[in-house]
């Protein structure tokens, strides 16, 4: 049995911090695989037991370190080898978050995994150790915020093209392309360019990730149908959105999601949609309890 908690931040880490989760688990020797899927947030991560190990299409498997940073995919990036005693909490920043608060430009973080003491010092450190210290989910989420606090009192301005990011939702056709550029007085050629240099990746690419996000989040909030789903977000077909998801996720959509994980958290719509707009812990945090997946039933 897994037990995965989700919450909404304070409302004035809102713009920065998309949710906080944690994943709490008995598993024995066996191995549950959960998807790195395609995102585009960074997670900061901090296991306090049994360390995860990360599974690459490539054959290579590496233990993560306690603390770990994971920058946006535009894929696929592995599996998680979940095994032994996991306990876990991760803090999902936005996309452009850390740009903000840090100055780290979103570019140099695409497809990052590293130490994430090696990212931002003895501040994380201290944090890890606050959070295992902590003896409940709502206590980290008190930690994390009086942490984090500490840096929104003056963020970056979002870069030009960093603010054009959110018009390219919910399609990622051409043409819509072509009207966010002609928008910005660039050509096609000169904002694609732009675009890749400041975020990391094509404005396509971008489009692609938030839509394939947000399909997640309708399906847990409203269960409503994929078919519905792919209508609502401009997808041309089913077969379209099936497509999508195979190669940010590596399955089919209903599969995906049974087998998903804390690298893409439950409910976070609902959890956002309940917080209270006060300072401290969020208003509601929500739970989703579910049996491991066996990865021998993936298709």
């Given amino acids: 049995?897994?037990?995965?908690?989700?919450?909404?931040?304070?409302?004035?880490?809102?713009?920065?911090?998309?949710?906080?989760?944690?994943?709490?688990?008995?598993?024995?020797?066996?191995c549950v695989l959960q998807p790195l899927v395609g995102s585009l947030e960074h997670i900061l991560s901090f296991d306090f037991?049994?360390?995860t190990r990360m599974s690459y299409p490539t054959g290579v498997v590496k233990t993560f370190p306690p603390i770990q940073f994971l920058g946006a995919h535009t894929g696929l990036a592995g599996f998680a080898c979940l095994s032994g005693h996991i306990r876990s909490f991760g803090i999902f920043f936005r996309p452009f978050a850390l740009w903000q608060l840090f100055g780290i430009p979103a570019a140099e973080l695409v497809g990052l995994e590293c130490d994430?003491?090696?990212?931002?010092?003895?501040?994380?450190?201290?944090?890890?150790?606050?959070?295992?210290?902590?003896?409940?989910?709502?206590?980290?989420?008190?930690?994390?915020?009086?942490?984090?606090?500490?840096f929104v009192g003056s963020p970056r301005p979002l870069t030009s093209i960093m603010s054009t990011a959110r018009l390219l939702f919910p399609s990622?056709?051409?043409?819509?392309?072509?009207?966010?550029?002609?928008?910005?007085?660039?050509?096609?050629?000169?904002y694609e360019r732009r675009f890749a240099y400041g975020v990391g990746f094509a404005p396509k690419e971008f489009a692609r990730l938030a839509r394939f996000a947000r399909a997640i989040d309708l399906r847990r909030m409203n269960k409503d149908s994929w078919l519905n789903i792919s209508h609502e977000l401009s997808y041309y077909d089913q077969m379209h959105m099936i497509r999508d998801f195979r190669l940010l996720g590596g399955d089919a959509p209903g599969r995906l999601l049974r087998v998903d994980s804390d690298f893409q958290p439950w409910s976070i719509g609902n959890a956002l949609r309940a917080t209270a707009k006060t300072g401290g812990v969020p208003a509601k945090t929500h739970d989703e309890k579910y049996e491991a997946a066996d990865p021998s039933t993936r298709a």
């Fill in 1 to 30: 049995m897994q037990t995965l908690q989700t919450a909404a931040p304070d409302y004035r880490l809102a713009p920065f911090v998309r949710c906080f989760a944690s994943r709490e688990s008995m598993l024995g020797p066996s």
């Fill in 116 to 150: 994430g003491a090696a990212v931002w010092g003895s501040w994380v450190t201290e944090l890890w150790y606050r959070l295992g210290c902590s003896r409940s989910f709502s206590e980290r989420i008190t930690v994390s915020t009086e942490t984090l606090l500490r």
């Fill in 172 to 190: 990622d056709t051409s043409a819509k392309i072509t009207q966010v550029a002609r928008e910005s007085a660039m050509s096609i050629r000169s």
């Fill in 49 to 51: 037991c049994d360390p």
